[in-house]
């Protein structure tokens, strides 16, 4: 039986008569086709870089395994509708925290249309994109419990500054709940940040493919990092931590050159990780700035 | 005596009444301020950089050394003007070899005025910056014996495409004069860009610099390297190698944030250099293509 997924954190979504994606709870996800060409583009990224020989397997690792595409009925009701079929890759986790981050200072690719690249500009100038080389789409984050989960809703997360992301990133490690007013405790920052084969950890194993790689430039394309709470409060091993890369409807060829665009925001986002797990406590970025005037 | 510099690949040139920078023959180089804020913003930079203890010294070597400013006369005749006082970067060098690589996807800062915005934006677009992650913007490259030098003329850089780029950093290192039919011959590839203290190696320490630094982004800002062909041929230690940043007129407090912009391009060159060593002989960047369509 087809449902909407349970943690979807960005993204359209299938509910109230939208289009939106679909999961079958043994551990397919059905994305439909975006209308215009991204959906053509998406489903021709997948297929090239699925069968590119040139992608080593543990990069491969970070990407949803892809199996066609399979005609469905649409979520909004419409009929028959054409669905990339992916790995679910919240499968087998209970309960997961989840945080969409969208890697770029620009998010537009360099022969994109006039109007798509004025939107994608403006959007990278109003949210953290062009400060940061990131900027959060999306959280999902449990509270403990039978705390229920925080969510920021879409606006608040649009209007996140430099200083919403880094509370984000302590809030999504943190066991105390979003609404305290002192800071975030960062107490699982250890366990999910950090370990061998923790979120850092991986995300240094991409940046190293991303410093050699020059066949594909990935625009707009999401880092989408999970755990399971219970798990890491339970110590048991791995805590279900999991980096995917996710969004491939704007990925364009890298005719040789490295995805600069991607590799700088993505250092950017280790950097951020770096420091939550070298500083646990919150202090002020403030104090290392340098005076140009 | 002070005279304009033998070797100057970019920038304003203190020629037939115009203002530009000049050099004492003694290891002193004098820039000009600009006369807008540039002058001034650039000052600063070097005054606040300068007297950064959290600037440690391997890096700070890649920066000219700054003495200050000093009213001298300008070389356009206009009478005195504040200059710069900096190191020299080709004192002690006979006949330099140069190449000046404005690094960096986009030139222009997130809070630059509108139409300072637009022409650099522009100029990213129509220039390699974009696409590369960084632009040549002037080289000086000697020929050999009493050929003389090779200086590709300022249209023609602007007009260089990856392809011209990837040349021309192969030229750089070439023992057969530009105005060869075939390939640049990479024949000082390994002496000059190779080596345990040559240019790649210089990089990758810029780079792992980068990677940590939040106190400093550096706008339309180059990397300048130079070598000695002579030394090269007469396989003299170090060739006069040398890799220094320039141009600091549009610097920006860092906030907090890698300067992932600049990050970006110098992997992207570095991937540029690499190549070069790996595969001395010309070959087709285009067998290294993803098909997307």
């Known amino acids: 039986m087809l449902r909407p997924p349970d943690h979807q954190v960005a993204g359209?979504?299938?509910?109230?008569?939208?289009?939106g994606p679909l999961v079958d709870g043994a551990g397919f996800f059905y994305k439909p086709l975006q209308g215009d060409d991204r959906g053509a583009h998406e489903a021709a990224f997948y297929s090239s870089f699925s069968s590119d020989p040139r992608v080593?397997?543990?990069?491969?690792?970070?990407?949803?395994?892809?199996?066609?595409?399979?005609?469905?009925?649409?979520?909004d009701g419409s009929g028959p509708h054409p669905h990339l079929v992916l790995d679910d890759l919240a499968a087998c986790l209970r309960r997961?925290?989840?945080?969409?981050?969208?890697?770029?200072?620009?998010?537009?690719?360099?022969?994109?249309?006039?109007?798509?690249?004025?939107?994608?500009l403006k959007k990278d100038r109003d949210t953290t994109s062009l400060a940061l080389g990131f900027r959060i789409s999306g959280a999902w984050i449990h509270?403990?419990?039978?705390?229920?989960?925080?969510?920021?809703?879409?606006?608040?997360?649009?209007?996140?500054?430099?200083?919403?992301?880094?509370?984000?990133?302590?809030?999504?490690?943190s066991s105390n709940p979003a609404s305290d007013p002192g800071p975030p405790d960062?107490?699982?920052?250890?366990?999910?940040?950090?370990?061998?084969?923790?979120?850092?950890?991986?995300?240094?194993e991409l940046k190293a493919w991303f410093?050699?790689?020059?066949l594909f430039h990935f625009y707009s394309a999401s880092v989408l990092v999970m755990y399971e709470r219970e798990e890491v409060e339970g110590r048991r091993a791995g805590g279900g931590v999991r980096v995917k890369l996710v969004d491939?409807?704007?990925?364009?060829?890298?005719?040789?050159?490295?995805d600069h665009n991607f590799l700088g925001g993505l250092c950017s986002l280790i950097k951020f990780i770096s420091e939550i797990l070298t500083d646990p406590d919150e202090c002020s970025a403030e104090s290392n700035k340098a005076q140009l005037s």
């Open 12 to 19: 359209h979504q299938a509910a109230e008569g939208q289009l």
């Open 56 to 75: 080593p397997p543990h990069v491969r690792a970070f990407f949803p395994g892809f199996h066609g595409t399979q005609l469905l009925p649409a979520s």
């Open 96 to 120: 997961p925290s989840l945080i969409d981050i969208k890697i770029g200072a620009r998010t537009w690719y360099p022969s994109a249309p006039d109007d798509y690249f004025h939107k994608c």
């Open 143 to 173: 509270q403990g419990g039978d705390a229920g989960f925080w969510r920021p809703d879409r606006d608040a997360v649009r209007r996140f500054t430099a200083k919403d992301v880094r509370r984000t990133l302590r809030q999504f490690v």
């Open 186 to 204: 960062c107490a699982f920052a250890s366990a999910v940040y950090g370990r061998s084969d923790g979120v850092l950890a991986q995300l240094l």
């Open 211 to 214: 410093e050699d790689q020059t």
């Open 248 to 258: 491939f409807a704007h990925v364009m060829e890298g005719n040789g050159v490295i």
